[in-house]
C-alpha cells in the first residue's frame, strides 16, 4: 500500500544508516576507550555507568541526545556517514557523559541546559581530550562554570559544581 511505501522508501530505509554505521565502527576503539575513562569517575563519585550503552542512529532531531533510563545514546546522521560533530566519535562520548552525570550533578544541583552542556564539554576535554582529536567545545554553554571544571578538579567534579551553585546561586 501507499503507506507501506511512503515508510519504506522515504522514512525508514536501512540503507539510509549503512555509511553512519561503518564511521561509528571505524571509531569503536576510541569510543570505548572513552567510556573506559568514566570508570575511575563512578567509583570517585559515582559517575553513572550503564551494564550497556546502546548507540542508535536516526536521521531526525538533534545532533545527540540519551535516554536516561536505558543508558541509549541516539545520534544524527546523514546519508554520507557524517554526524552533526566534525568527527564520529565525538558525540556518543559527549552523550555519554552527560549520562553519567544526569542524577550526580545536573538533577542534584538544578542545572540549565546550557550549564550542562557546558560542563560536559570541558569534562569530556578533560577527560578524554587526548582520545578526541578535534572535539569543540560548543559556543553557547555557560562559560561561568570554567574555572570549577578542568582535568585537575575531574575527580571532584560534584564539589565543584557546589563550589560553582553557591558562588552563582539558583
Known amino acids: 500500500d501507499e503507506?507501506?511505501?511512503?515508510?519504506?522508501?522515504?522514512?525508514y530505509d536501512p540503507n539510509f544508516y549503512k555509511s553512519g554505521t561503518?564511521?561509528?565502527?571505524?571509531?569503536?576503539?576510541?569510543?570505548?576507550?572513552a567510556f573506559e575513562r568514566f570508570e575511575p569517575l563512578n567509583k570517585l563519585w559515582g559517575f553513572k555507568l550503564y551494564p550497556q550503552n546502546e548507540i542508535t542512529l536516526t536521521r531526525y532531531g538533534p545532533g545527540g541526545m540519551y535516554l536516561?533510563?536505558?543508558?541509549?545514546?541516539?545520534?544524527?546522521?546523514?546519508?554520507?556517514?557524517?554526524?552533526?560533530?566534525q568527527h564520529p566519535s565525538h558525540t556518543p562520548v559527549h552523550e555519554?557523559?552527560?549520562l553519567g552525570i544526569e542524577q550526580q550533578i545536573v538533577k542534584?544541583?538544578?542545572?540549565?541546559?546550557?550549564?550542562?552542556?557546558?560542563?560536559?564539554?570541558l569534562g569530556?576535554?578533560?577527560?578524554?581530550?587526548d582520545l578526541l582529536p578535534g572535539y569543540e567545545?560548543?559556543?553557547k554553554g555557560d562559560t561561568r562554570i570554567d574555572e570549577f571544571v578542568s582535568a585537575g578538579t575531574i575527580k571532584i567534579l560534584p564539589q565543584q559544581i557546589e563550589r560553582?551553585?553557591?558562588?552563582?546561586?539558583?
Do not use: M
Request: aromatic residues 12%; positive net charge.
Open 3 to 11: 503507506y507501506g511505501r511512503l515508510f519504506t522508501n522515504e522514512i
Open 22 to 33: 561503518v564511521a561509528l565502527e571505524a571509531e569503536r576503539e576510541r569510543i570505548v576507550g
Open 68 to 85: 536516561e533510563d536505558t543508558g541509549r545514546v541516539i545520534l544524527l546522521t546523514y546519508a554520507d556517514g557524517q554526524f552533526k560533530r
Open 96 to 98: 555519554g557523559f552527560h
Open 108 to 121: 542534584k544541583f538544578s542545572l540549565s541546559h546550557w550549564e550542562k552542556e557546558r560542563i560536559v564539554d
Open 124 to 129: 569530556v576535554l578533560a577527560l578524554c581530550g
Open 137 to 139: 567545545i560548543q559556543n
Open 164 to 170: 560553582y551553585v553557591n558562588k552563582y546561586p539558583r
